[in-house]
């Protein structure tokens, strides 16, 4: 049964509970992008300004090109400022801002092609360079990033050339325009890719994917996922629920399997205690980032990290899910969780073909399109 395109929300709802089936949030062409926070989201229109849905339920002012939510604080960008706003302040965010920056008129120029018609796509211009600007889309801005609590600006080296930025729970990802990967923050669940558990304060390269440019990157809970320019996906960090697609400690424990060690376990030793254990051990951190084999050998265009699960896009545009499901953010139609890659099957079914995934912390938030016509799932 065909349906129409546009934005839909898996997961977590918080008049409800539990979403497992997917809500339409809106047209194709509407919805730009989706800014999750926990209890409520952003929608980030094409010629109109944001609004805010969920929880917290608000049309922003008018000149808003963009937002960043957290549960403290909305980071607005505007015309001519970047500002972060309480949310306890109330539906409209009104009073004045918790932070504000005032952009030059070169960086308002640039700040406001995001808001540029894109032809329906749903997707962003490309970034350009301005001198040290990049007009990229938040959480970077000139001169670095922002993030949505205090101390909200943080700088970064130009020399680091910043094409993407992505905000995990503690840790920071940063995708060059080379497609070099570097990562900084909390490192205690192996997020960084580092190798250790230790976390860094300043950006340094992911070194185990040097000599790998990588096109996409996403920073979860605690888990961190990367795609190469040819479509590999790679995964690091903390693997409870099954995020990473590795056998996971609660799945593990039903069935009285053991546990590779934290602080020694490497893409190696991970795959050969997999094989050589009578039980299947599980993997509780992976320090190192592991190219994930896709079923059926899948390239991936898109990845998105949620708190404790992971999704994916396939360059065919079929959506594929894993980790913790308890509030249907999987997709599959119930609150199982998963250790292993399943194809979400409901947009093929549809006709629809899946361009695009940002994962809340507890949601899923696909882009669809009319395209083709799936076949159902074994």
């Not at 129409?4 to 997917?22: D, N």
């Not at 007009?135 to 993407?164: C, H, I, Q, T």
């Amino acid at each position: 049964m065909a349906r129409e395109g546009g934005w839909f929300q898996l997961g977590f709802r918080l008049e409800e509970g539990a979403g497992l089936e997917p809500a339409r949030l809106g047209a194709s062409g509407a919805i730009r992008a989706v800014r999750p926070s926990w209890s409520f989201f952003g929608l980030v229109a094409a010629g109109a300004p944001p609004v805010l849905q969920g929880a917290l339920r608000a049309a922003l002012p008018s000149d808003c090109r963009d937002l960043l939510p957290s549960e403290t604080h909305v980071l607005l960008l505007r015309e001519a400022a970047l500002e972060a706003r309480r949310v306890e302040a109330g539906p409209a965010l009104d009073g004045a801002p918790a932070w504000r920056r005032e952009l030059r008129p070169e960086e308002a120029a640039a700040a406001g092609e995001r808001a540029a018609p894109d032809g329906g796509t749903g997707r962003g211009p490309e970034p350009r360079c301005l001198g040290s600007l990049l007009p990229a889309e938040l959480p970077l801005v000139p001169g670095g990033y922002v993030v949505p609590r205090p101390d909200f600006f943080r700088p970064l080296a130009p020399s680091l050339r910043a094409r993407k930025l992505a905000l995990g729970h503690e840790h920071v990802l940063l995708l060059c325009a080379g497609g070099a990967l570097f990562a900084w923050g909390g490192g205690r669940h192996g997020q960084l890719g580092h190798g250790e558990l230790e976390g860094v304060s300043e950006p340094q390269l992911v070194e185990a994917l040097h000599g790998v440019p990588m096109g996409e990157v996403a920073a979860g809970g605690w888990h961190s996922a990367s795609v190469s320019d040819t479509g590999d996906l790679y995964m690091w960090g903390w693997n409870e629920w099954g995020q990473l697609a590795l056998p996971s400690k609660t799945m593990a424990e039903s069935h009285g399997a053991t546990a590779v060690n934290a602080e020694s376990s490497t893409p190696a030793s991970g795959s050969s205690a997999q094989q050589e254990s009578p039980k299947a051990a599980f993997i509780s951190i992976q320090a190192f980032p592991a190219l994930l084999d896709m079923p059926q050998g899948a390239d991936v265009s898109k990845v998105s990290c949620g708190s404790r699960h992971t999704a994916a896009v396939t360059q065919t545009g079929d959506l594929y899910t894993w980790g913790w499901g308890k509030y249907g953010q999987l997709g599959h139609g119930d609150t199982a969780s998963s250790d292993q890659p399943k194809k979400v099957c409901c947009f093929g079914d549809w006709g629809l073909v899946v361009v695009d995934v940002v994962c809340g912390p507890w949601t899923t938030f696909t882009h669809a399109l009319p395209g083709k016509v799936g076949k159902t799932c074994s």
